[in-house]
């Protein structure tokens, strides 16, 4: 059937092995996974189309107030940010329900650097979501300037970088719901069912609603895209971040080491 | 010399290993070594432990006690363990989304390989041209095991660990892998292959391992093991013979279909059964297969698993 044969290492002696797999060339395997399925692409591509959908929607309805390169910006970022947990989630979950841990783990024992190439993944899709915002967004000043005319160009440079973080840590909720539940189905409903519930709790219960400031995530992660961000929203934001980003990573990432992969 | 060291004696060393599940014991006291230029089956039945003690042998399952090295070293502490051992114990985990190339694709990346290899590799299993480009939802569980196996030789490994590759292969592929298997470890490989099927080992093994129940019920050279002799023996009421047997002091396990094989002579059978009036419908000793020491060392095993 074939002449060709398997070769392996002469014998008496071990071929040297090459070096351990760099950090960087993982976080390129990891962002290869992300888009080589048919769903990693439909998913990527249906955050784009939602941004894309979102700034047109904006540049017919809009006042001129909104017509600016950074609000064009921050309607894309915001839209962009409903799915970005989603892509973070299944970055993890998907080596669990489709078993491709096994390979994965057997290739790259360490765990530990899959679970830190994981996150580097999650973060240069996250930088690259604002690149392609920054882009919808040119493209919708564009227009407003051929049509209408006094095209806003005006960039806002901390407004830029806390719209990154905005993007970094929505990723990185995802990936650590991913990490805590392995399991696509549970990590996406838990995600976006928990802080309904909290929101309905704190809702009902009046005692809890200083604490829903401290919290909910849309209301403390909310100023990060706004013109600027008080001393006591960066604290609330670190302390919703605690419990909605580090508790579940961290757990995950004990779940991750000890857990038998099969 | 740098980037060369000395080959250990032993490719694959398991030590004392073992897996509790709670009370359950998966993987029992566990011991046997894979030398390089040797196929070394792993048979036992369904349920005996053979995948568990090689999840745990490719760090995936970490032991309850023991150890078991790879090339000299835990697993974990390979540094690139793609390059030193082919890895394949699930054929069926793989994303079904991605194509045969992208799977090894994302393999040789991870490895730092030259895409050539991949090319090569599909090539080598069968899986060239048109075969690559689908994605592994359309393969058949066949196809599946060849893409295993590709992944497993794509780094040029001198170990193969391989849980059930003949499973879904259809009788042609199973003679070219045992081809490909032979000819690994004729050329200083090292391999171990797990199955429950005896036929698929017994062609191409060099070194049995044995286990039921999580216990290695034997091990050794495959001609070794093939020479100890028995006898084989069927009675119209085998429930009878066997406590005939029993009582004789003859040590007897018993096949699925009521045959049963006695460590004893011939003579001593006879009698055994004649002093307990029981009617035998077939008495010889048994044929040297491997199949018979199968199912002598493991049938009490399964049948004690179907009481329970």
């Given amino acids: 059937m074939t002449t060709m044969t398997a070769t392996p290492a002469t014998a008496g002696a071990v071929r040297d092995a090459g070096s351990r797999p760099s950090l960087l060339r993982l976080t390129g395997v990891e962002l290869r996974k992300l888009i080589d399925t048919r769903a990693g692409f439909w998913l990527l591509a249906t955050i784009g189309l939602i941004a894309a959908g979102i700034v047109a929607i904006q540049l017919v309805v809009g006042g001129p107030a909104d017509r600016t390169f950074m609000s064009f910006f921050g309607a894309s970022v915001f839209a962009v940010a409903l799915l970005l947990p989603v892509l973070g989630i299944l970055l993890v979950t998907s080596e669990w329900s489709q078993r491709t841990a096994m390979t994965t783990f057997a290739l790259v024992p360490r765990r530990e650097r899959i679970v830190v190439a994981k996150i580097g993944a999650g973060l240069v899709a996250a930088a690259l979501s604002v690149v392609a915002s920054l882009l919808v967004a040119a493209v919708a000043t564009l227009l407003v300037g051929v049509t209408v005319g006094n095209a806003d160009w005006g960039i806002d440079g901390p407004g830029l970088l806390n719209a990154t973080l905005f993007q970094v840590l929505n990723t990185l909720i995802g990936v650590a719901f991913g990490m805590w539940l392995l399991n696509s189905p549970l990590a996406i409903v838990l995600y976006f069912a928990l802080p309904t519930v909290w929101a309905m709790l704190t809702g009902m219960v009046s005692w809890l609603r200083d604490w829903a400031q401290w919290l909910d995530t849309t209301v403390t992660m909310a100023p990060l895209i706004g013109p600027e961000v008080t001393a006591g929203q960066w604290a609330r934001l670190g302390v919703s971040m605690l419990v909605w980003l580090v508790a579940p990573m961290l757990v995950g990432f004990f779940r991750i080491m000890r857990r038998e992969i099969s | ?308």
Avoid at chain 2, 76 to 97: I, K, T, Y
Avoid at chain 2, 185 to 207: I, M
């Fill in chain 2, 1 to 308: 010399m740098a980037g060369w060291r000395a080959q250990p004696d032993s490719m694959i060393a398991v030590e004392n290993l073992s897996k509790r599940y709670g009370e359950q014991a998966a993987v029992d006291d566990v011991s046997f070594v894979c030398t390089p230029g040797t196929v070394t089956g792993f048979l036992g039945p369904n349920g005996a432990g053979k995948s568990t003690t090689m999840r745990m042998i490719c760090g995936l399952t970490p032991p309850s006690a023991g150890r078991a090295t790879v090339a000299g070293r835990p697993y974990r502490s390979l540094p690139n363990p793609g390059r030193e051992v082919g890895v394949l114990l699930d054929a069926s985990a793989q994303h079904p989304g991605r194509t045969g190339r992208e799977v090894l694709t994302l393999a040789a990346r991870t490895m730092g390989l030259d895409t050539r290899e991949v090319t090569e590799k599909l090539g080598l299993v069968g899986l060239g041209g048109v075969a690559a480009k689908r994605r592994v939802r359309a393969y058949s569980l066949g196809m599946r095991q060849r893409l295993g196996l590709a992944h497993a030789l794509l780094g040029d490994p001198s170990v193969l660990v391989l849980d059930e590759p003949a499973n879904g292969l259809d009788p042609e592929g199973i003679f070219w892998m045992r081809g490909l298997l032979r000819d690994f470890a004729d050329r200083g490989g090292t391999v171990l292959l797990s199955s429950h099927l005896l036929r698929e080992v017994q062609e191409v093994a060099d070194r049995l391992v044995v286990i039921g129940g999580g216990r290695i019920v034997a091990q050794g050279e495959k001609a070794e093991l093939l020479a100890s002799t028995g006898t084989l023996v069927r009675a119209r009421e085998p429930h009878r013979l066997r406590a005939a047997l029993i009582a004789a002091g003859i040590t007897v396990a018993a096949a699925a279909d009521g045959t049963l094989i006695a460590e004893a002579e011939t003579g001593a059978v006879g009698q055994a059964a004649a002093d307990g009036a029981v009617v035998l419908t077939e008495l010889r000793p048994a044929e040297n297969g491997l199949e018979e020491l199968f199912l002598r060392l493991t049938a009490g095993e399964t049948i004690k698993e179907s009481l329970r």
